[in-house]
């Protein structure tokens, strides 16, 4: 059974980055398709939503985003941790990851890169061509053009993590990860 | 007793922001200081280590980054949640948040912007201008030019969060935040 997911909307799409999870970008060009772990990603904005993430110019996802224009963000669960640090340890170049380390896929709904299955949110992006930070800073800005979420995760416009259910994570360094922890409100009026 | 914090090597200074936690933006100009929370920051480079950060075109904290080229990146806790939450919604151009919320600091070690006392780790910042991005983006570039933490939270270019001590946290949206939760390791040789 192929795994749930539901349409967020777009003005709330920010919300499955902004708690600073790491992530997965996944790519796709002339028939070639590739995965690798960002830590170095944030919102840039609300409205239309935007992101920020860092992409290696020695990476074969750097010739593929800037060759299609698109990219995907995928929000990895702990239990994907292993697959996160195997994705960001290896060339694309070298071989294709989604066969190699067996990473099912679920089709986008705009751009052509591939979901990640097991994910908890995905942000379709479209490249905002801006040479000189990328040039200079390997800093690229999309604009999320489509978002969704698992609905074990994140459900209206919020996450939802249960008492054992899946939650993103948080990477460090050197294998290094957090999980996100316990949620909690600070009441804005008291 | 004024806390205690540690220098820490500026090779291993994006660890303090390399999980995503919301952090604090202090900035200080021509006698006028101020402090704002932002969840949209997170490393760009490791070395010589940059950050960006989203300063938005109508704060305060805006015109004193642009009037002095420096920002400090401070890391609060959970105690600080509500702090992080005040200071992100008042403006400082109708008091001194400082002597309003009460907010002690330390000096900084290099650049003139004070650092919030109680926060797990600072990071001095010298922006290094690109316009076209600020202007357009509100996105800014710093430079970590020094680097502290608290070794109740950081130490040894380490998170060592312990049981019930302080913790980073990360924001979501409408006064919801995460801790950073448990810690764990993925081998990367198995």
Not at 44 to 69: M, Y
């Amino acid at each position: 059974m192929p795994q749930e997911r539901l349409s967020v909307e777009l003005e709330k799409s920010y919300r499955l980055l902004n708690h600073g999870p790491t992530v997965l970008v996944s790519s796709a060009h002339g028939g070639r398709q590739n995965v690798m772990a960002a830590a170095w990603s944030m919102p840039l904005d609300f409205s239309p939503p935007k992101v920020t993430v860092v992409i290696d110019r020695n990476t074969l996802t750097r010739e593929l985003v800037e060759a299609s224009g698109e990219f995907v963000l995928n929000v990895p669960t702990r239990e994907q941790a292993r697959l996160t640090l195997d994705v960001g340890s290896k060339s694309g170049r070298e071989s294709d990851k989604f066969s190699e380390m067996g990473i099912a896929t679920l089709p986008g709904g705009i751009v052509a890169a591939p979901l990640v299955e097991g994910c908890l949110g995905w942000l379709e992006c479209r490249v905002i061509p801006e040479p000189h930070v990328q040039q200079r800073y390997d800093l690229f800005i999309g604009e999320i053009v489509a978002a969704w979420a698992d609905p074990r995760g994140f459900k209206n416009g919020h996450w939802v993590f249960q008492e054992g259910g899946p939650r993103s994570i948080h990477y460090v360094a050197g294998g290094n990860f957090f999980e996100t922890g316990a949620a909690f409100e600070i009441d804005r009026e008291t």
